[in-house]
């Protein structure tokens, strides 16, 4: 198992999810953090030029996934959040040791298979 990270602007919230969707991802978190992509700014001051790291909004979503998942979650990530321009943001993957279900107690495969009713 492994946890995908990705890092994208807020704006491409929508296309995300819907390429999620459609690559039958299911289960996911979202939150919004401020990021530095490493674009700097120079600022000129009385003191000569110093540099000034700005931050950005971006959305952070992360979804735990079977090894079967990984491929396809990271390309609907991509596909989702790619403008071409710099700052798309970045897509991460971790290794997953544990997931647990908490009303059923079901562990890893069966925890991350989403179970609709
Ligand atoms: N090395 C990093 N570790 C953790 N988060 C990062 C890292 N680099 C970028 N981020 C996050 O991703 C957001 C977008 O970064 P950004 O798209 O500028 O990455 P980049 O690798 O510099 O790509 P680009 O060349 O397109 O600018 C940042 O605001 C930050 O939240
Ligand atoms: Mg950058």
Redesign the pocket.
């Known amino acids: 198992m492994k946890l995908v990270i990705g890092?994208?602007r807020p704006e491409k919230t929508n296309d995300v999810l819907e390429a999620l969707y459609h690559a039958d991802v299911r289960g996911f978190s979202m939150s919004r953090?401020?990021?530095?992509?490493?674009?700097l700014e120079r600022v000129e001051t009385y003191r000569g030029t110093t540099v000034r790291m700005d931050?950005?909004e971006?959305v952070r979503l992360e979804v735990a996934v079977s090894d079967e998942f990984v491929e396809p979650t990271v390309s609907a990530l991509r596909e989702g959040a790619r403008t071409g321009?710099?700052?798309?943001?970045?897509i991460m993957v971790l290794p997953l040791d544990q997931v647990m279900r908490i009303r059923t107690g079901e562990h890893d495969r069966g925890a991350v298979t989403p179970v609709s009713n």
């Open positions: 890092i994208f953090v401020q990021g530095h992509g490493g674009e931050l950005s971006k321009q710099v700052g798309d943001g970045k």
